[in-house]
Antibody, heavy 125, light 110 residues
Framework: EVQLLESGGGLVQPGGSLRLSCAASGFTFINYAMSWVRQAPGKGLEWVSAISGGGVSTYYADSVKGRFTISRDNSKNTLSLQMNSLRAEDTAVYYC??????????????????WGQGTTVTVSS | QSALTQPASVSGSPGQSITISCTGTSGDLGGYNYVSWYQQHPDKAPKLMIYEVSNRPSGVSNRFSGSKSGNTASLTISGLQAEDEADYYCTSYTTSTTLVFGGGTKLTVL
């Protein structure tokens, strides 16, 4: 069974840091681009970041560029999101998502077909 | 990057068809065929319903279909069922190599 399990969420003060992890299982991790998507309380979905299967290419929303860093360890089937200089507006449920394969390739903009259950990040003093 | 524009809510009776629109610009939705649609039930993770404008992932009912014309994409649900009641989000690739979501549409099955 294909599964994604996020961890690392919690309460952090403004300006602080947090590292989210996403453990993947049930598929050949390196073959798929991966994304992080967040949802603030009572709000809609917001794409945060994406990374190619090999980890060479990374992409960020303007709202997090320069503060967040996405990475992956394909030997451990793990996706990570390092979040620095956190702000109140970063408070959200953070989902990791596997990007779909189409025409034999997996690009982050194709679509996200498997999602984790989410981990909650709260930025507050 | 501004969010794509979706109606806040739509409704329909069981068995009817409804369409949810998603409007962007030539810099995102209008310029690429990388439009996806997601269904989200309360307190659940999103589920991919449509990718690349009109493709359905394996396991998604053929009652769900997608299309695009110019800067507007549409999700149509035919034969509306009670379990279709959920929030729906569109998303598109952009010229800035980012993804942008719509604000979401709450579907109510009357």
């Amino acid at each position: 069974e294909v599964q994604l399990l996020e961890s690392g969420g919690g309460l952090v003060q403004p300006g602080g840091s947090l590292r989210l992890s996403c453990a993947a299982s049930g598929f050949t991790f390196i073959n798929y681009a991966m994304s992080w998507v967040r949802q603030a309380p009572g709000k809609g979905l917001e794409w945060v970041s994406a990374i190619s299967g090999g980890g060479v290419s990374t992409y960020y929303a303007d709202s997090v560029k320069g503060r967040f860093t996405i990475s992956r360890d394909n030997s451990k089937n793990t996706l990570s999101l390092q979040m620095n200089s956190l702000r109140a507006e970063d408070t959200a449920v953070y989902y990791c998502a596997k990007c779909i394969v189409a025409a034999g390739r997996s690009y982050y903009y194709y679509g996200m077909d498997v999602w984790g259950q989410g981990t909650t990040v709260t930025v507050s003093s | 990057q501004s969010a794509l524009t979706q109606p806040a809510s739509v409704s329909g009776s069981p068995g009817q068809s409804i369409t949810i629109s998603c409007t962007g610009t030539s810099g995102d939705l209008g310029g690429y065929n990388y439009v996806s649609w997601y269904q989200q039930h309360p307190d659940k993770a999103p589920k991919l319903m449509i990718y690349e404008v009109s493709n359905r992932p394996s396991g998604v009912s053929n009652r769900f279909s997608g299309s695009k014309s110019g800067n507007t994409a549409s999700l149509t649900i035919s034969g509306l069922q009670a379990e279709d009641e959920a929030d729906y989000y569109c998303t598109s690739y952009t010229t800035s190599t980012t993804l942008v979501f719509g604000g979401g549409t709450k579907l109510t099955v009357l």
